[in-house]
């Protein structure tokens, strides 16, 4: 069964650094997209970065441009999210999702706290 697991979550001061990753299993993982997806308390999903299946494609949020890097190592089945710049509204839950023939799959989350 699918399956996608995300690390690298922590708490930062401001203007930190985190690098998230998702090692995923049970599909052909260099044929789908993958995103990042993350929410803050009181406010809807929203999503923060993409990447194409051969890791050529990407796009961002406008909020993070220039502060984050989605990345993707098909070998290892795994996608990341490299961020750098951390502000405090970058606080949130980060998910990263797959969507795989009719269905979206998520990972259980990893938090991402900012604050001095």
């Known amino acids: 069964q699918v399956q996608l697991v995300e690390s690298g979550g922590g708490s930062v001061q401001p203007g930190g650094s985190l690098r998230l990753s998702c090692a995923a299993s049970?599909?052909?993982?260099?044929?789908?997209?993958m995103s990042w997806y993350r929410q803050a308390p009181g406010k809807e999903r929203e999503l923060v970065a993409s990447?194409?299946?051969?890791?050529?494609?990407?796009s961002y949020v406008d909020s993070v441009k220039g502060r984050f890097t989605i990345s993707r190592d098909n070998a290892k089945k795994t996608v990341y999210l490299q961020m750098n710049g951390l502000k405090p509204e970058d606080t949130a839950v980060y998910y990263c999702?797959?969507?795989?023939?009719?269905?979206?799959?998520w990972g259980q989350g990893t938090q991402v706290t900012v604050s001095s």
């Open positions: 999702k797959a969507i795989v023939g009719r269905f979206d799959y």
């Open positions: 990447i194409s299946n051969g890791g050529r494609t990407t």
């Open positions: 049970g599909f052909t993982f260099s044929s789908y997209t």
